[in-house]
């Protein structure tokens, strides 16, 4: 017992088996795009964060690098100075969002007017750092902050630039927008020029489909070898495969066809010398010889029809059977039989001219040898079926008698003419063209006999 999942792999194995290239080159450039410009833009916004934070620091370093400058020590009065402008108007606004400190962490701490009474916590640090925080009323603050001794002070003084980071943060969203759309449109305009490349790339190959469905179709012999090279040696090759079946099967109809008189004039001579026979052993040698009449009868007409080997070019079928029509018609006529022929309309069919006449000729000539007065052919059409119905108001078959009716050499009567071989050959002629026969009882009482061939001619 198979385990779902392999089952599952291997069902999916088969489907994709039958994927189109054009289908597979489409996908992998989906998942080439669907990959690389993800992985590119996150690599791109990661990289485009650091720098613009990056920078960000460095301008809040440059504001304390002058704070630093620009503090002092007031030994009389004991306090923290710094008379130095920074030439920025935001650290005198309140709460502007930018800030600077100079603290001890004790009894000195020094702050521009923008803090008013706020602080910004400290975190001890010999070195340069920046870090982000929460600063007065909840503003999201960039901070960059620095220990640094000052004389006669003991202790270090803690010395901090806080600017609100909603601009930076603005900028970077800014920033992965159009690097997004941009990826977007760049995904989608590589796929466009992708896929019209596949479609250029497999120009040939649909041309080739084409050719060969012009083959299929019996409107050209061969495929067009004016393709790339790669493909132009398959066409050649291709080429060399279908003229060799052809002269293959008309080959096999020659021959057929050549065995066919060679034996035709021994069996005669031999049905000739057997009248000379004395009566008690004529009898099993007329049953031999129209047993080995019947063999020779039906193989030949099997290997003489052309069947699905080949495809054809298409046949005016009610030109193709006129003359086999009006030849039974004048035999039904001697014989005081009626034929009548319903068209749906006009029909082209892709069969040999000779497969069909030998295929039609023996359902009428069966129909002729059992009708009392009335056999009617009816041809109609359905797409590319192609319906063929035969009549007849003779006495009809059982069920059982219309299974026996198509094995060959069967002979529902063995007082009238013929080898019984009218319907095995017809079977085997509706197989050859991967069509269908039925027998059943006519609404006039006799054989209705309804073949379904899947030939018809489109356009």
């Not at 749906?344 to 002729?368: F, K, P, S, T, W």
């Amino acid at each position: 017992m198979s385990h779902p999942r392999s089952a599952w792999r291997n069902q999916w194995k088969k489907r994709w088996a039958g994927r189109s290239i054009g289908v597979r080159l489409l996908l992998a450039v989906l998942l080439m795009v669907g990959l690389a410009l993800p992985v590119a833009g996150t690599l791109l916004s990661h990289h485009y964060h650091l720098a613009a934070t990056q920078a960000f620091d460095e301008r809040l370093e440059a504001t304390l690098n002058v704070i630093i400058a620009g503090a002092t020590y007031d030994p009389a009065a004991q306090q923290l100075v710094h008379d130095r402008a920074l030439g920025d108007p935001r650290f005198d606004n309140v709460y502007s969002g930018w800030y600077w400190q100079i603290t001890d962490a004790g009894q000195h701490t020094l702050a521009s007017r923008s803090l008013w009474d706020q602080r910004l916590p400290v975190i001890a640090n010999d070195t340069l750092s920046a870090r982000s925080l929460s600063g007065p009323r909840g503003q999201s603050l960039r901070v960059v902050e620095r220990d640094i001794y000052l004389a006669p002070l003991e202790r270090p003084l803690h010395i901090s630039v806080a600017a609100r980071d909603d601009v930076l943060a603005a900028d970077i969203r800014e920033f992965q927008r159009l690097l997004w759309g941009g990826l977007a449109g760049l995904g989608i305009l590589l796929l466009g020029v992708l896929a019209l490349q596949v479609r250029w790339g497999l120009a040939p190959l649909r041309r080739m489909r084409a050719n060969l469905h012009e083959v299929e179709q019996g409107h050209a012999e061969q495929l067009d070898t004016r393709l790339p090279d790669e493909l132009a040696t398959l066409a050649a090759s291709m080429n060399a495969v279908l003229a060799r079946d052809q002269r293959l099967i008309e080959r096999g109809r020659h021959t057929a066809g050549n065995l066919a008189h060679a034996l035709k004039t021994p069996l005669s001579v031999m049905r000739l010398q057997l009248r000379q026979l004395p009566e008690d052993s004529r009898a099993a040698w007329d049953v031999e010889l129209t047993r080995l009449d019947s063999a020779v009868r039906h193989h030949l007409a099997r290997a003489s029809a052309a069947g699905e080997g080949a495809r054809f070019a298409p046949i005016d079928l009610h030109a193709t059977l006129a003359p086999l029509l009006t030849g039974l018609a004048k035999l039904g006529q001697r014989r005081g039989i009626t034929l009548r022929q319903t068209w749906q309309r006009d029909v082209n069919v892709h069969m040999d001219g000779q497969d069909i006449q030998e295929l039609v000729g023996n359902l009428m000539d069966n129909a002729l040898r059992w009708a009392h007065s009335d056999v009617q052919l009816q041809v109609q059409v359905n797409e590319q079926q192609l319906t063929i119905i035969v009549s007849d108001n003779g006495p009809g078959m059982s069920d059982a008698q219309c299974q026996q009716a198509v094995q060959r050499g069967k002979r529902l009567d063995e007082q009238r003419s013929g080898s019984g071989l009218g319907l095995a050959i017809v079977t085997d002629l509706v197989a050859l063209y991967n069509g269908h026969m039925q027998l059943s009882r006519a609404s006039e009482g006799g054989l209705n006999v309804e073949v379904g061939l899947p030939v018809v001619a489109n356009g």
